[in-house]
């Protein structure tokens, strides 16, 4: 045990909230705080931990030992502060995952684009399998309306975050790597430098592991030099067509998902037994309800332009005939710059697109681009597109909008609230 007594900066992020609760069922005492309400410090009162509203030097319980944060969360944060005038450790938390993580026999599910859907499709077949995997993944499950299962088996399933090394700190004996793209291009100089990352992960895997990936991608190629683990090609599982509840295109979510639970012990029969079954995440291409005027309601998580088109050219698929109407939150100042020409292409599939003001997360104010200089790139392909000026807004696009459409909020950010605030008003 790390301490008994722990206060968590940014408690309510979906990685330390599940953190928080993972703390917890191991005989902690946790509280900690966040800038807001959400459904996961909703979540975190329901299961008896502290949750306070507010960042204050005051809210750190006496006695506390160790204090986690958030790579949101900067050194000069007043709890933060505090803490180091107490001397009182600090953690981020994917250090701490890592060490608690490496205990056990990890699998780590990394990759640019799907690996939360890929981390709870494994979820769901190791829990089905009877192996009771301890696992933490970036979403909630639309199974068990948690991202924390807590398990008595020799498996940990953890989504690892590329973002600033942060996978590095797991020791994984089981290797996911859904694809590799340029993306957190704040941190990473280029392509060339996020496969160095991943190189560096699949060469800590042991020899006696598995890497399961797609061998023949030309952007994957380079992360596997130099490993030593078996290789397995989870595109072989994709000649047998699967059977989903969720949108088609997570058959390339599930063969990943299918091939490291293989390699884990899994027949092949019963994780695709399993994967029929799997309900969603949320936040991934949600269904959050029916307007009154008739229109279909989704939420997505989508922020980077590969996954952004993917998905939309999915919807359009499965709602032929039906009008799509989106509204996208950017995601970061600098991912709006450094992938403009790929943002103005990933919503060809789409009717209708309005942009809602870039959510900056951890970064400063960038004049240099907008919302407003994206929509106008939009309107020059000829896109129905405009940018909007606040949530609001977009709640009241969505009241707007008529039977037999379907309208998608996406964005990494809260553009979620916007459909719920609609749905509110009705």
Known sequence: MLAKRIYIVGIGGIGLSALAQLLRADGCDVSGSDRGDSPTTELLRQKGIEVFVGHDAAHIPQGTE??????AIPAHNPERAH?????IPEMS?????????????????????????????????????GLDPTAVVGSLRAKTKTNFRAGAGEYFVVEADEYLRHFLNFDPLILVITNIDADHLDYYRDLADIQSAFRTLAQKVPANGFIICDPNDEKVKPALEGATATIVDYTA????????????????????????????????????????????????????????????????YGHHPTEIKATLQSVKEQFPGKKLIVAFHPHLYSRTKKLFGEFAEAFDAADRVFIAPIFA??????????????????????????ALASLDEVTGKILEAKAGAVFVTMGAGDIYKAGEAALKRE
């Open 237 to 300: 599982y994709l000649a047998q067509p699967f059977e989903l509840k969720v949108l088609p295109f997570n058959k390339v979510n599930a063969a990943p998902a299918l091939g490291a639970a293989v390699a884990a012990g899994v027949s092949e029969e019963a994780g695709r037994a399993s994967l029929s079954r799997f309900a969603g995440t949320w936040r991934r291409f949600e269904y959050k309800g029916t307007t009154t005027s008739g229109a279909l309601l989704y939420d997505d």
């Open 361 to 386: 997360a951890r970064e400063p104010e960038d004049p240099t681009i907008s919302s407003e200089m994206l929509a106008e790139a939009l309107r020059a392909r000829g896109k129905d597109a405009a």
């Open 93 to 129: 938390y994917f250090e701490t995952l890592g060490k608690i993580a490496n205990e056990k026999k990890v699998i780590a599910v990394s990759g640019a684009h799907g690996k939360t859907t890929t981390t709870a499709m494994l979820i769901d077949i190791l829990e089905d399998a």
């Open 83 to 87: 803490a180091r005038d107490l001397g």
């Open 66 to 71: 160790l204090l986690i944060y958030s790579d």
